[in-house]
């Protein structure tokens, strides 16, 4: 989102994220530039806990422009390019592609449309890369414990009913307990910045502190409502299976402590979690499918 020159061109660009940052986080703000400079930069003014995705820049002048988008994650984003709603078409828009791990990227040349100074855009990521194939393979259990308790199960109704986490699992933990790699991967995103939980969905559902991990088959594990700063890892880190890489905590959208743990995929622009078979030192875990909105126990 930046770089422009005289005659003045107004931009407007609104990146819609989704996340983790949990379903239905998307920043719907946009920034307007009147008179830009030959370098202006605009990003999103988001919180210190939550890094953009991707960043739209405009580069050029006159009516030469190009779109470039930087990833932020250390992990591939599929993103999705549009004119605003309500703007005029542009050639070459709509577009969806995927960006490498840290890559920037020149996705399209754009120009205002004709008797217009005004470019209008419109930008979404989600992570993963739609392509990938998970394979059935065992996780291990992602913290140790000789007891193990389940607060929500898979389609847990408090906040498992949506496709980004219908399979993901709540494990009640005290605050401070070490989060351990359930399989070995890269370290895609890091989002520790958060302090606090509340019961305001619209409000709490992005502000967790999470780890995702990136898998050698593209799949993706999350570990979220860590501690503020409860991140032991960095964007870019290898790790193994048992390896701690973060501390559980009760941040976000949250009603008590607990480890949030799901494996997702790129569905095609947005996320999906599927079922995760973990094993744990007394077996594998199954879960009682109930009624119960807190979800059920596991049984090895």
């Not at 703000?29 to 991707?54: K, M, Y």
């Not at 920037?104 to 449309?113: E, G, K, T």
């Not at 401070?176 to 399989?183: K, P, S």
Request: some cysteine.
């Amino acid at each position: 989102m930046r770089c422009l020159r005289l005659p003045v061109l107004t931009v407007l660009i609104l990146p819609a994220l989704n996340a983790w940052a949990g379903p239905g986080a998307n920043w719907r703000d946009g920034w307007r530039i009147d008179r830009p400079t030959a370098a202006t930069s605009v990003q999103p003014a988001g919180e210190a806990g939550a890094p953009a995705l991707a960043v739209l820049t405009l580069e050029g002048e006159g009516d030469r422009w190009q779109a470039r988008v930087d990833n932020g994650l250390a992990g591939p984003v599929q993103v999705a390019l549009a004119s605003s709603p309500g703007a005029p078409a542009l050639p070459g828009l709509p577009l969806q592609t995927v960006v490498a791990g840290s890559a920037s990227v020149v996705v399209v040349h754009v120009q205002p449309p004709a008797g217009t100074t005004t470019i209008r855009l419109a930008l979404t990521a989600v992570p993963g890369d739609p392509t990938a194939r998970p394979q059935d393979v065992a996780y291990q259990l992602p913290f140790d414990a000789a007891r193990i308790k389940v607060s929500q199960a898979p389609q847990g109704r408090f906040s498992h009913g949506d496709a980004e986490n219908r399979d993901a699992i709540d494990f009640a933990l005290p605050e401070g307990t070490a989060v351990l790699a359930a399989r070995a991967g890269t370290v895609m995103q890091v989002q520790a910045g958060f302090q606090g939980n509340g019961q305001d969905r619209d409000h709490d559902l992005g502000r967790a502190n999470l780890v995702r991990v990136l898998h050698e088959d593209g799949s993706m594990a999350v570990y979220a409502h860590l501690q503020h700063n409860g991140a032991l890892v960095r964007q870019g880190q290898q790790v193994q299976a048992g390896q701690r890489i973060g501390l559980s905590g009760n941040t976000g959208f949250s009603a008590a402590p607990h480890l949030h743990f799901a494996v997702q995929v790129n569905a095609g622009m947005r996320l999906r979690s599927i079922p995760a078979r973990i094993v744990s030192p007394q077996g594998e875990l199954h879960f009682a499918r109930t009624a119960d909105e807190t979800g059920a126990s596991a049984l090895p």
